[in-house]
């Protein structure tokens, strides 16, 4: 007969395919709403949480499930405000006009979505006279094959969900049956047979709402990566406690196959906690966005993830062995947090899909833990999810994950960079009243961001001047980098957000062929996506990087502060290319002075 593991397993393995195929055809576009919408999905970890919370198992399982229910609960919450916030922004120009009748287009089918998921709950809650189990609980319970049910139509709501990203045009829609289907598993969990109490539920659900929704809403659109970071850490978290918790109630009845589950599910969860957040502090520039090295790095983390899985070993074997449990969640809290110590703020997108992906794994094993088949397909959605995304970036960097992660990259080479930008040659400088004398004529201006704007919180700026050109007659092509700014995507949202329409925005493939005819490209605070070396300098370390290749068009104004360098730390060819110009300056500042001198 095939066991609960096996049921399991296969399970996993079909979603994470399903899930490769759907998320390979998310655009780079929609790439940071996939990250927020994955960790939101991911949430439904709240599921178990409640569990743990509400039933009789042990005071302690109650208080770390009640955090495990609010941390869980911000995730879901936060998630799914968040992602609607920004892709309510992307739009096209024709959206910006026909708002009455996208309107009236999502009505039905949000009527639709509501009833089905009424009908549901009431046929469960029905259902619930019907199960054994539930006698003498504080209510009817509900039968579990009604609750496995309600669990199928929730994970394909969810799968239509992530489907939907694959075009902005359906991405709101899609988020809405992933909500749907959210709310039906949440609710139904809610008259699961073992929970016999709903006050810690109650404050915890209450806790992670408030704090989701406050971040959710008030976060500002260039704090999203960090944002992500903290909501991995807080969904590891949750899968870590509710681990601890179900540790300690099985005791020595625990088998060797859910002690590995369990195992699995505290060592990612721990070390995810404790690197995203330290990821979520770099990005916030609480710590120094520098690789923080030292001798022996890589060698004493490779003993340490040793002693880890030697434990772990040990505990197969030896379940009820209780200190080495605890030693071992200790350790792989310390390695999460030693693990992102070398690696520079602007690598933390690798870093932060990568603990997407492990969070999804944790929340998996949590699933095999709980025997909860929905927790194992979102959380091997998610995994898939944060691996792709890890991939794709590193293959737009041309570096290896390895080297993202080990090779503690921006250190060695800011070095470098200081020594070698002084014998490049002349750099021309240029000021706002000079543009208009360069633009006369122009057709064509192609406007190049990168993580300058976002620090400057320019982007509003830019989409004015692009507007402003616009009007002039000129065409306006916006070129994204897949890696420009900190996180997949990055550019794209904050233009969004200045409603910038997203047929403006051309990804780096799309863009080159066009850049041999700008007559200008104008570059926003982007530095190491443009480095010519990258494709002519063997000994660069950007060399071999596919960069958007302004230094192609006629003129290239750059808006910068400094010569200094960028994430990369080498100095940038183009700054001494003789069609290139420097207007220093901060971005939004000049911004502003550039459309002064304009109008
Ligand atoms: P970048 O190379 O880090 O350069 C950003 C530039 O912005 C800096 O040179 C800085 O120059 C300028 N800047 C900062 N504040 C500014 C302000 N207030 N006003 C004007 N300019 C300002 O950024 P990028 O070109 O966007 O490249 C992204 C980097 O991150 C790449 O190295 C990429 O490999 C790495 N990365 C990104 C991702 C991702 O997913 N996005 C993933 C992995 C790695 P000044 O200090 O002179 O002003």
Redo the contacts with the bound molecule.
């Keep these: 007969m095939t066991s609960d593991l096996e049921i399991g397993l296969y399970i996993f393995l079909l979603a994470g395919f399903l899930g490769y195929h759907i998320i390979t055809r998310v655009p780079p576009l929609l790439h940071t709403p996939l990250m927020s919408a994955t960790n939101a999905i991911s949430g439904i970890s709240l599921i178990g949480s409640l569990v743990v919370t509400g039933a009789d198992y042990s005071p302690l399982s109650t208080i770390l499930g009640t955090i495990a229910v609010a941390c869980s609960s911000t995730n879901v919450v936060g998630g799914f405000l968040i992602t609607d916030r920004m892709l309510k922004m992307f739009k096209r120009k024709d959206d910006q006009v026909d708002r009455v009748g996208q309107r009236l287009a999502a009505g039905p089918i949000l009527w639709g979505a509501v009833t089905v998921a009424v009908v549901v709950l009431l046929i469960v809650a029905g259902t619930g006279r019907l199960d054994p189990g539930a006698a003498g609980r504080a209510h009817g319970g509900v039968s579990h094959q009604a609750l496995s049910f309600l669990y199928i139509i929730s994970a394909l709501l969810f799968i239509l969900g992530l489907k939907g990203l694959s075009s902005p045009r359906w991405a709101r829609k899609g988020m809405f049956a992933a909500e749907l289907g959210m709310l039906m598993a949440i609710v139904g969990t809610l008259f699961h047979h073992e929970i016999v109490s709903y006050r810690w539920i109650a404050v915890g659900i209450a806790a992670g709402s408030i704090v989701g929704a406050t971040m959710g809403l008030r976060i500002p659109m260039t704090a999203v990566p960090q944002r992500t970071a903290l909501s991995h850490s807080l969904g590891a978290l949750a899968a870590t406690l509710v681990g601890i918790s179900e540790y300690i109630r099985q005791g020595s009845a625990l088998s060797a196959v859910t002690m590995t589950a369990i195992g699995f599910e505290v060592i990612i969860g721990a070390l995810t906690f404790t690197g995203s957040l330290m990821a979520a502090a770099k990005l916030q520039e609480l710590l120094r966005g520098a690789p923080i090295t030292y001798r022996g790095q890589n060698r004493s983390n490779m003993a340490l993830l040793l002693a880890m899985g030697g434990l772990f070993v040990a505990l197969i074997v030896v379940p009820s062995a209780n200190t080495l449990f605890f030693v071992m969640v200790g350790l792989a809290l310390l390695f999460g947090f030693l693990l992102v110590l070398p690696i520079g703020a ?2 933390m ?2 870093v932060i899909a990568l603990l997407n992906a492990y969070a999804g794994l944790a929340d998996a094993a949590m699933g095999f833990v709980l025997a909860n088949r929905i927790q194992i397909i979102t959380g091997s959605l998610d995994g898939t999810s944060g691996f792709l995304l890890s991939l794709l ?1 590193c293959r737009a ?1 041309n570096r290896s994950a390895r080297n993202v992660l080990f090779g503690a990259f921006g250190r060695v080479e800011a070095e470098a960079g200081r020594d070698e930008s002084v014998a490049k040659g002349t750099v021309r400088t240029i000021v706002p009243d000079e543009v208009p004398g360069l633009l006369d004529g122009a057709r064509s201006v192609i406007i190049v961001p ?3 704007m976002a ?2 919180q ?1 982007q509003h700026g830019v989409a004015e001047l692009g507007k402003l050109l616009a009007k002039r007659g000129i065409d306006v092509k916006y070129a994204i ?1 897949p ?6 995507g ?1 550019m794209n949202v904050l233009l969004a957000e200045a409603n910038v329409p997203y047929d403006q925005l051309f990804e780096m493939e799309q863009i080159n062929p066009y850049f041999g005819e700008a007559d200008l490209a104008l570059v926003i ?6 480095n010519p070396a990258a494709r002519k300098d063997r000994s660069s370390p950007l060399y071999g ?1 596919p960069i958007l290749e302004v230094d192609r068009a006629k003129s290239v104004i750059v ?10 730390g080498v100095d940038n060819d183009l700054y001494y290319n003789e069609n290139c110009m420097m207007l220093f300056g ?3 500042e000049s911004l502003t002075r550039l459309f002064t001198a304009l109008k």
């Design positions: 602007a690598d997108p690798v970036m960097m990168g993580y300058g620090v400057a320019a980098h890696v420009a700014g900190r996180m997949p990055h605070g982007a530095n190491d996506v443009t990087m808006l910068k502060r400094s010569m200094r360098p960028g994430f990369a901060d971005a939004r």
